[in-house]
């Protein structure tokens, strides 16, 4: 036992910059799946950038916005918009390292979920999760945090994917979704989709979520280890705490999950890092920065993924961005980009013309045009 312990707390390496990144483990089949194409890997992480042998090691890490160029470089050199799907379906609880043991090891489904949501920032930086209960039912979300990342729609086929083959292996073979919402346009293909959840799936949705019995929260997860959780849990946290997150990017991300459940105020960000309001107002101002514009910041990035990946109307972009009106966002959009969100919106599907490619399946090697 205790070998194994050894082995499952051993520390994944540590980024060596400031930039956002992404723990390799999800997407280690990247070359695996780019083969059943018939592409060879090697050509696209050389216009990517990422060195091949990055895929060799599951606690290898990758910058944010290589991992998301090169998802769109599979896209478009395959012709298959389900590509994230495709690599989600095919992870599991162990390419999540330490936190997929910590949840394999959780007194309750309930419990593993929420330690993931509590330390994915150990793993990626890329986005934020959270549990929410509502009535009868339970649902796990994921949104992306980091701004601009051009295959924002790959990372959520492939976040949701992986969210799905967790919840089943924690749950057991009798756990079914109830409904999956996914954050893009829907397919001209949405079976693919369908067939892998088995469920319901709403497109253009503001965020990614699997929704499912809240029953299921309670159930005991199978063959756990008490003992074990206990040790990966202080692991977890001595890495969450040396882990070198800047304020402001701390707020970010509390302000980005906080928007799932429709929060987000200052005082809602202050109480969720232990601090008064006006101490948080200090600390901000102290790195040169307001509270102010960071919430812009989050939900400027917020309005150009569902802008550029869904077809969700711009008046409900503004609701999801807690605006007061449409024209209270047309505004600050404006002030922001300085062109109109229907103007933006347009100009980001033109310069990204493979989002509208269809669902090709493994052996076509057909091309986005």
């Not at 949840?103 to 986005?127: C, E, K, M, Y």
């Not at 976040?159 to 073979?173: D, Q």
Request: glycine residues 8%.
């Amino acid at each position: 036992m205790q070998q194994t312990a050894s082995r499952t707390l051993a520390s994944p390496p540590t980024p060596r910059s400031n930039e956002g990144f992404s723990r390799v483990g999800p997407m280690r089949a990247v070359p695996e799946v780019l083969a059943q194409f018939g592409v060879d890997p090697a050509e696209l992480f050389d216009r990517t950038g990422i060195p091949a042998h990055t895929f060799d090691k599951a606690n290898n890490f990758v910058a944010n916005a290589a991992e998301s160029q090169l998802l769109r470089a599979c896209v478009e050199r395959t012709g298959c918009r389900h590509f994230g799907l495709l690599l989600g379906r095919k992870a599991d609880l162990a390419s999540l390292g330490i936190l997929g043991s910590l949840a394999r090891h959780a007194p309750d489904v309930g419990r593993g979920l929420r330690a993931i949501n509590r330390f994915l920032g150990i793993n990626s930086t890329v986005g934020v999760a959270t549990l929410s209960e509502h009535g009868e039912l339970a649902m796990w979300s994921y949104a992306i945090y980091e701004p601009g990342l051009p295959g924002a729609d790959q990372v959520y086929q492939c976040g949701s994917a992986l969210a799905c083959n967790i919840l089943r292996e924690v749950c057991g073979r009798d756990w079914t979704p109830r409904e999956v919402l996914l954050p893009f346009s829907r397919p001209h293909d949405p079976q693919p989709f369908r067939s892998f959840y088995g469920a319901p799936v709403r497109f253009d949705a503001d965020h990614a979520s699997i929704v499912f019995a809240r029953n299921w929260l309670t159930r005991p997860v199978h063959r756990a280890n008490d003992e074990l959780h206990g040790t990966l849990l202080k692991c977890a946290e001595l890495m969450e705490a040396t882990a070198c997150t800047g304020l402001p990017d701390r707020v970010c991300r509390v302000l980005r999950r906080q928007m799932l459940s429709g929060r987000g105020s200052m005082a809602d960000v202050a109480a969720a890092l232990s601090v008064h309001r006006r101490t948080l107002d200090r600390q901000l101002e102290a790195h040169g920065v307001s509270f102010r514009r960071l919430a812009e910041r989050v939900r400027f990035a917020v309005s150009q993924q569902l802008l550029r990946d869904t077809d969700m109307p711009i008046g409900e972009i503004a609701c999801v961005l807690q605006y007061a009106n449409p024209g209270a966002f047309a505004t600050a959009f404006r002030q922001w980009s300085g062109v109109t969100a229907s103007q933006w919106r347009a100009r980001a599907r033109s310069e990204s013309p493979w989002i509208a490619v269809g669902g090709a399946e493994p052996g076509t090697r057909r091309r986005a045009a």
